[in-house]
């Protein structure tokens, strides 16, 4: 089954630096890479997702990459804020067979005022 | 509500105690799923409804585990004879799914279960 892996567990940046969060998995067939961001005491919540027709995308202060070659995925944030502050989690999933996601272990991220 | 629903937001379970969490997806989607989120982990596939039909229940950790959704929309996950290990956040997910298109999962708040 897909092995999602994620990098690094913390992530400690001041307020306006970028912070960079990476993933790598191990299914070739995943074709759709979503990222959440999860604060206390809720649900993830969407943020950004990428398919595997397509190397980068853009959202504001977010952007995702995609290297499919090298089975890797990365999540970038510019101009960080306090409210960025949450456990940031990456999942991968395939079209056909499993529908399930496969999420990585997370990543907590604290932005310094 | 717009969003997942799920409740109760917390519960408490003495061990070999029985539990059903309960989940109202977003009106319409077809897609529901059960997910397991250790402290401190991501979320773990439990299992996955495609409109009344569980498709996938390879996730569920042991025959204690029970998951349905009769009628395509509400879906109670329940867990019998609960043990300390159960305790966990279960979170649902739905999604609107098109054309076997991955379309966007969104989760609810989920349950905190604690076992003791």
């Known amino acids: 089954g897909e092995n999602v892996e994620q990098h690094p567990s913390t992530l400690s940046v001041q307020e306006g630096d970028s912070a960079v969060i990476k993933c790598t998995y191990s299914?070739?067939?995943?074709?759709?890479f979503p990222w959440y961001k999860q604060e206390l005491g809720k649900g993830p919540q969407l943020i950004i997702d990428?398919?595997?027709?397509?190397g980068e995308k853009k959202d504001q202060r977010i952007a995702v990459t995609l290297n499919k070659t090298a089975k890797h995925f990365s999540l970038h944030i510019t101009e960080t804020q306090p409210e960025d502050s949450a456990v940031y989690f990456c999942?991968?999933?395939?079209?056909?067979?499993?529908?399930?996601?496969?999420f990585g272990s997370g990543t907590r991220l604290q932005v310094q005022p | 509500g717009a969003g997942v629903s799920q409740s109760p937001r917390y519960k408490v379970a003495k061990r070999g105690q029985d539990v059903a969490l309960r989940c109202d997806p977003i009106?319409?989607?077809?897609?529901l799923f059960w997910y397991q989120q250790a402290l401190g982990q991501g979320p773990e596939f439990l299992t996955y409804?495609?409109?009344?039909?569980?498709?996938?229940k390879s996730g569920l950790p042991s025959d204690r585990f029970f998951a349905e959704r009769p009628e395509g929309s509400v879906s109670t996950l329940k867990i019998q004879r609960t043990q300390q290990e159960d305790s966990a956040v279960y979170l649902c997910?739905?999604?609107?799914?098109?054309?076997?298109?991955?379309?966007?999962?969104?989760f609810g708040q989920g349950t905190r279960l604690t076992v003791v």
């Open positions: 997910a739905s999604s609107l799914e098109r054309a076997r298109r991955n379309t966007e999962a969104f």
């Open positions: 299914d070739s067939a995943s074709n759709y």
């Open positions: 990428i398919r595997s027709n397509v």
């Open positions: 999942a991968a999933i395939r079209v056909t067979g499993r529908r399930a996601l496969t």
């Open positions: 009106s319409g989607h077809v897609s």
């Open positions: 409804f495609q409109n009344e039909a569980q498709l996938d």
